[in-house]
């Protein structure tokens, strides 16, 4: 009933997880009903191991929160001997997702996960707004669009580009991300953040500056979801505080074709089961089926934005 | 996946009790659906309103006891929103539990004498310590020193001095007890030889006590454990929320960072630098 296409990749569910909030391997898996997760997307990997930022690394505000990681991981060589081998047996598609600090970077991470069997697709991570040069290719059509030909010519596997909410108008670099080759669009990353301390003087975080995620961030995602899927033909993966059933099919409305849930894991490990559980439901209630509300968001003809 | 949540499974708790414990500090009792598998002294539970509403992530804290197969004590002090949304339930809500989580302590076999260091709600882990020491007939090798403020943050005492086993208390306004902090008790009762100093010490409490307490036990050459608590954005390993410094000649010093959650919360002092 959830079935899900997303270019040539048949998911069981339109529920992903979002990188970094399900962890840099498959262990989390086991608080998940087989058939509910689309895909496991997994935390970034960088070429080289990164020790990520100082702490605090993760601060509550009313309605989300923000987070400056860093993009803490072992690096690719790690992965490719501990995490890649255990990726083929999960029994749910991994994408594996990508950092780096230079258009090589990339071009290497996406040959390397290219030939690991487990690997199913990868996601460019070309928006983290938590390490230096985090965001330069997410702000620029043209940079943009250099990183994902270069990855692109090396990789058959469906490649996914997660673009940043931090920028004026999101259309053209959907459009430079599809016209470069990219598979699918990941809307949208955390958004850049700032929470203070007044009593101390100091930022809440221990980087300064942060990514916010969470129920705040839906707005904006869903608006973001929304102008990207209008300006692109490939698929588009909304990303940003979807906690419930009703969060995932107001995305499909707004032109996603698949969901994933990240801070929500947070609260509840389980919670994507619980979402799948509550899509069943309603779908049966309403008779519907999921690809009959992708897109279908009715703009009122009097209004204009 | 890694031992600490292997067993880890979420559910809506019903919250069956909620009783006031001195002046900022509750009595949480919650009825869970499925019975959790045993679990050791200092494992910690994930917890936030069950039906919505209050903080985005939840909160970690000790099972202080477990009254039966399905109902578990958490002792839990008002310190901010997230324990301030718990502690405005009442009886027959619902809470979201992930648990058990973390590592807890290695409860020492009998011929071990272990000293138990709390700090106000930092008794948490040691309720459940004391009672698998005391069925191992290890009583009188177990010596819990709690401390506070002042005598009505020595929470739920009685559940202490109810148990069979050496106790001293410290308030730092001497209003029970030793008149000063911890450390200085510590340091009193290793003086007098009232303590064995080749003891197990296990503390928990707030950060300054617990950095006292490290420099006194490294100045001293005691065996140390600490249970800790950071800012946590899941429990159970995934987010990289809840860094700790690892000792890089110590058995976590292949990586500068170890996880509070999964690693810990239980720590040897000699595995971290804290």
């Given at each position: 009933m959830l079935e899900t296409r997303l270019g040539e990749l048949h998911l069981a569910s339109p529920l992903l997880t979002a990188s970094g909030t399900f962890g840099h391997d498959p262990a989390a898996l086991a608080f998940l009903h087989p058939g509910d997760l689309g895909a496991l997307v997994l935390k970034t990997v960088t070429p080289e191991p990164r020790h990520g930022n100082a702490p605090p690394r993760m601060v509550e505000f009313e309605g989300g929160v923000m987070n400056s990681i860093g993009l803490e991981n072992k690096g690719l060589a790690y992965w490719r001997e501990q995490v890649a081998p255990k990726l083929a047996s999960v029994g749910v598609p991994v994408v594996a997702n990508a950092g780096g600090h230079c258009a090589a970077d990339y071009r290497l991470m996406v040959e390397a996960f290219s030939d690991m069997p487990g690997v199913a697709a990868i996601e460019l991570n070309l928006s983290c707004p938590n390490v230096v040069g985090g965001t330069q290719f997410s702000s620029d059509a043209v940079a943009l669009a250099e990183v994902v030909s270069l990855c692109r010519a090396a990789t058959s596997k469906a490649l996914w580009v997660k673009l940043s909410p931090n920028v004026p108008a999101i259309a053209p670099l959907a459009q430079a991300a599809e016209q470069a080759g990219a598979d699918a669009l990941t809307v949208c990353n955390t958004l850049a953040g700032l929470l203070i301390d007044w009593r101390t003087r100091k930022p809440r975080l221990g980087n300064g500056c942060g990514g916010m995620s969470g129920p705040a961030v839906r707005p904006l995602a869903t608006r973001l979801v929304w102008e990207s899927s209008q300006a692109v033909k490939i698929p588009v993966i909304a990303s940003g505080g979807a906690e419930s059933a009703d969060d995932v099919l107001d995305f499909l409305v707004a032109g996603a074709s698949a969901v994933q849930v990240g801070t929500a894991c947070f609260r509840r490990p389980d919670v994507i089961s619980l979402i799948a559980a509550d899509l069943r439901r309603i779908l049966a209630e309403e008779g519907l089926r999921l690809e009959q509300m992708v897109g279908t968001l009715r703009w009122p003809e009097t209004v204009s934005c | 996946m890694p031992a600490a949540v292997a067993?880890?499974?979420?559910?809506?708790?019903?919250?069956?009790?909620?009783?006031?414990?001195?002046?900022?500090?509750?009595?949480?009792?919650?009825?869970?659906?499925?019975?959790?598998?045993?679990?050791?002294?200092?494992?910690?539970?994930?917890?936030?309103?069950?039906?919505?509403?209050?903080?985005?992530?939840?909160?970690?804290?000790?099972?202080?006891?477990?009254?039966?197969?399905?109902?578990?004590?958490?002792?839990?002090?008002?310190?901010?929103?997230?324990?301030?949304?718990?502690?405005?339930?009442?009886?027959?809500?619902?809470?979201?539990?992930?648990?058990?989580?973390?590592?807890?302590?290695?409860?020492?076999?009998?011929?071990?004498?272990?000293?138990?260091?709390?700090?106000?709600?930092?008794?948490?882990?040691?309720?459940?310590?004391?009672?698998?020491?005391?069925?191992?007939?290890?009583?009188?090798?177990?010596?819990?020193?709690?401390?506070?403020?002042?005598?009505?943050?020595?929470?739920?005492?009685?559940?202490?001095?109810?148990?069979?086993?050496?106790?001293?208390?410290?308030?730092?306004?001497?209003?029970?007890?030793?008149?000063?902090?911890?450390?200085?008790?510590?340091?009193?009762?290793?003086?007098?030889?009232?303590?064995?100093?080749?003891?197990?010490?296990?503390?928990?409490?707030?950060?300054?006590?617990?950095?006292?307490?490290?420099?006194?036990?490294?100045?001293?050459?005691?065996?140390?454990?600490?249970?800790?608590?950071?800012?946590?954005?899941?429990?159970?390993?995934?987010?990289?929320?809840?860094?700790?410094?690892?000792?890089?000649?110590?058995?976590?010093?292949?990586?500068?960072?170890?996880?509070?959650?999964?690693?810990?919360?239980?720590?040897?002092?000699?595995?971290?630098?804290?």
């Open positions: - | 067993s880890a499974r979420s559910q809506l708790a019903r919250l069956d009790a909620l009783t006031a414990c001195g002046p900022d500090a509750f009595l949480l009792d919650l009825e869970l659906e499925q019975a959790p598998p045993d679990f050791a002294p200092g494992a910690f539970a994930m917890l936030s309103p069950g039906h919505g509403g209050g903080p985005v992530i939840a909160r970690p804290f000790s099972v202080y006891d477990r009254l039966d197969e399905r109902r578990l004590r958490f002792l839990i002090q008002v310190l901010g929103r997230g324990t301030r949304h718990l502690c405005a339930l009442v009886p027959g809500d619902a809470v979201q539990i992930t648990v058990p989580l973390g590592n807890g302590f290695e409860v020492a076999p009998a011929g071990e004498p272990v000293v138990m260091v709390a700090g106000g709600v930092g008794s948490a882990p040691f309720l459940m310590y004391a009672q698998r020491r005391i069925a191992a007939g290890a009583a009188a090798d177990t010596h819990f020193l709690f401390g506070a403020r002042s005598a009505d943050r020595l929470y739920d005492q009685d559940a202490f001095a109810a148990l069979d086993m050496p106790m001293h208390t410290a308030t730092d306004d001497g209003s029970s007890g030793y008149h000063g902090n911890l450390v200085q008790l510590l340091t009193d009762l290793l003086e007098r030889a009232q303590l064995p100093a080749e003891a197990r010490f296990c503390a928990c409490g707030p950060e300054g006590l617990l950095h006292a307490f490290a420099t006194f036990a490294r100045a001293r050459g005691l065996r140390a454990e600490l249970s800790l608590e950071t800012y946590m954005g899941c429990g159970f390993g995934v987010c990289n929320a809840c860094p700790i410094p690892t000792e890089p000649s110590g058995p976590l010093g292949h990586w500068p960072w170890a996880r509070t959650c999964v690693d810990g919360p239980v720590f040897a002092l000699s595995s971290i630098r804290f």
